[in-house]
T-cell receptor, first 116, second 117 residues
Framework: GAGVSQSPRYKVAKRGQDVALRCDPI?????LFWYQQALGQGPEFLTY????????KSGLPSDRFFAERPEGSVSTLKIQRTQQEDSAVYLC??????????????FGPGTRLTVT | AQKITQTQPGMFVQEKEAVTLDCTYD???????LFWYKQPSSGEMIFLIY??????QNATEGRYSLNFQKARKSANLVISASQLGDSAMYFC??????????????FGPGTSLSVIP
């Protein structure tokens, strides 16, 4: 079936603009994660949803970042008043309810955000 | 705090030869999981292999094997018979222990692998 999809793939924003990044997880996956990947670094956790509930938002870097998943499927990561340091690739991942001890996360292609 | 270290920023390997990518981790919890992901230039993270802390045997998946040395907190990835398509970034990651219904995964800084024809 279809994998995790993200849109847009590329986004250029002027500093101070608001942006919204979309993630479509794999159908049936209850867990959804957002990561931020700066250039040349590994992904860093931002937030986690179980269905529509945001159970962990400890990785969100500031109150300009918030995420939602109102119906437990599609999720949107919103960044208000973008700053240059927000430039990164934003990755979305989903995982099914249980996989024993593996609990693999399936990643989307990411959205590359450039703030000018 | 949990941490992943990958000391090789870049590696080169001749096509058809084997290569080992290093990974060490730090955790005080006895229950954890270790992953390796591949990230080609297209950007998507591709799951390669998983090792649970209680698994008795080293994990293998096709040309990928994980050299798990628990006492040394080491989880090196071995790629046998390298192919040109193996050129990519490789990330070692650890599932943060203690998670009930979900897993916060911590990634290392990555190793860039280039396969030379």
């Amino acid at each position: 079936g279809a994998g995790v999809s993200q849109s847009p793939r590329y986004k250029v924003a002027k500093r101070g603009q608001d942006v919204a990044l979309r993630c479509d997880p794999i159908s049936g996956h209850v867990s959804l994660f957002w990561y931020q990947q700066a250039l040349g670094q590994g992904p860093e956790f931002l937030t986690y949803f179980q269905n529509e509930a945001q159970l962990d938002k400890s990785g969100l870097p500031s109150d300009r970042f918030f995420a939602e998943r109102p119906e437990g499927s599609v999720s949107t990561l919103k960044i208000q008043r973008t700053q240059q340091e927000d430039s990164a690739v934003y990755l979305c991942a989903s995982s099914p309810p249980t996989q024993g001890s593996l609990r693999e996360q399936y990643f989307g292609p990411g959205t590359r955000l450039t703030v000018t | 705090a949990q941490k992943i270290t990958q000391t090789q920023p870049g590696m080169f390997v001749q096509e058809k030869e084997a290569v080992t990518l290093d990974c060490t981790y730090d955790t005080s919890d006895p229950s954890y999981g270790l992953f390796w992901y591949k990230q080609p230039s297209s950007g998507e993270m591709i799951f390669l292999i998983y090792q649970g802390s209680y698994d008795q045997q080293n994990a293998t998946e096709g040309r990928y094997s994980l050299n798990f040395q628990k006492a040394r907190k080491s989880a090196n990835l071995v790629i046998s018979a390298s192919q040109l398509g193996d050129s990519a970034m490789y990330f070692c990651a650890m599932r943060e222990p203690g998670g009930a219904s979900y897993d916060k995964v911590i990634f290392g800084p990555g190793t860039s692998l280039s396969v030379i024809p």
